[in-house]
């Protein structure tokens, strides 16, 4: 047993040996490729990525640092910063190959504002929107009153606006017209009392108005005989 434990033992420490060798190996290694490495350049680069303005390339030495440069501008665009493999980096950033910097951005997010002028806006409207994206205006209601569409003038002045379309951009305010609608218009309620029907008039006016809702419900069809 006794001669068992010794060679055991002699095993163990030829390993350890061994292993040491091979750490003290590898050690020797790595300070050859860095005393190797050390005199090495590497190109530096930053692509602006369809933004204004320009990073001139840079030669920086192994395991130097490079500076985070100015950032560029893209209008409507807000800058999220410098990228590399698309992965956002920090700065000083430690060069250890060439390297390229990849600006990344998002669209910058514009308020759509409502004046609805007594209306009532529905459920979940829209009230931000980017240069990228396109958005229909919402429809508000008033009891007894015909939605008219959205202007931009406070006045109610020039074209109706239905949506903003993609490309557009800035804060936008938008205002809300009503027609009164007229009387002696008859209602019958419908779909279990959830909408009303148009069913007749009694008036003499030429133009009628039929209002979007009546005691909050929604004036959806016209009778055929109405």
């Known amino acids: 047993l006794a001669k068992l434990e010794a060679e055991y033992d002699a095993e163990i420490k030829a390993?350890?040996?061994?292993?040491?060798?091979?750490?003290?190996?590898?050690?020797?290694?790595?300070a050859r490729i860095q005393e190797l490495l050390k005199d090495k350049?590497?190109?530096v680069t930053f692509d602006v990525n369809g933004g204004e303005g320009s990073v001139e390339d840079q030669t920086v030495r192994y395991k130097k640092t490079v500076d985070?440069?100015?950032?560029?501008?893209?209008a409507h665009y807000d800058f999220l910063g410098w990228y590399v493999d698309g992965v956002k980096v920090e700065f000083p950033y430690v060069v250890t190959a060439n390297t390229e910097f990849v600006a990344e951005y998002a669209p910058t997010k514009y308020t759509v504002?409502?004046?609805v002028n007594d209306g009532t806006m529905p459920e979940n409207y829209v009230t931000e929107y980017d240069?990228?994206?396109?958005?229909?205006?919402?429809?508000?209601t008033r009891d007894l009153y015909f939605f008219d569409g959205w202007y931009e003038d406070a006045k109610l002045e020039g074209e109706k606006v239905r949506?903003?379309?993609a490309g557009e951009f800035g804060?936008?305010?938008?205002?809300?017209?009503?027609?009164?609608?007229?009387n002696g218009i008859k209602y019958q309620l419908a779909n279990n009392g959830t909408t009303y029907t148009v069913t007749g008039y009694d008036g003499s006016d030429t133009v009628i108005v039929i209002p979007d809702s009546v005691g909050g419900i929604?004036?959806?069809?016209?009778a055929k005989n109405a």
Request: net charge negative; no cysteine; glycine share 0%.
């Open 113 to 115: 504002s409502y004046v």
């Open 163 to 165: 949506e903003i379309k």
């Open 41 to 43: 350049d590497y190109i």
């Open 218 to 222: 929604p004036v959806t069809a016209i």
């Open 131 to 140: 240069v990228e994206t396109s958005v229909t205006l919402p429809t508000p």
């Open 68 to 74: 985070e440069p100015t950032a560029p501008t893209k």
């Open 171 to 182: 804060n936008r305010t938008f205002y809300a017209k009503w027609l009164s609608t007229t």
């Open 15 to 30: 390993l350890e040996t061994e292993n040491a060798n091979l750490v003290l190996q590898i050690a020797e290694l790595e």
